[in-house]
């Protein structure tokens, strides 16, 4: 994911960086000497934002497959928008419902990116 964005790296969050283009959220970070990335459209985004600050992904079930909906997923809802995460192995997995798209990150990274939502450091990204 090469873009023009003015990326942010918070303090919390050493190993990762943010940026915002508008109607997206951008994470990109290097784990295991790979440079990885994703990106959240704001209909995923604050949902996952409100839920994360609410506490409610602070223990995710193991989940025996990450294309599977059975298992222990924790779910969450804000309106018409939810998702569900969970553990497989070292790794956290969230489904974004509305979009049928899942995301995987390294449980280290994963930890950081929820430390930068619940610390606000968020909260201003600048749009690139």
Partial sequence: MEFSLMWQR????PAIEFGRDGPHVHIRYTYAGETRG???TNEEWLPLLD??????????GTVVHPD???GP???YHRGIHSGQAGRIGGDVVLSVNYYRKRHRFPREIWDQVLAAMKSGALDDLPCG
């Fill in 10 to 13: 918070p303090v919390c969050a």
């Fill in 38 to 40: 994703t990106f959240y």
């Fill in 51 to 60: 839920a994360v600050r609410a506490g409610e992904l602070n223990r995710l």
């Fill in 68 to 70: 599977s909906d059975d």
């Fill in 73 to 75: 997923w924790t779910v």
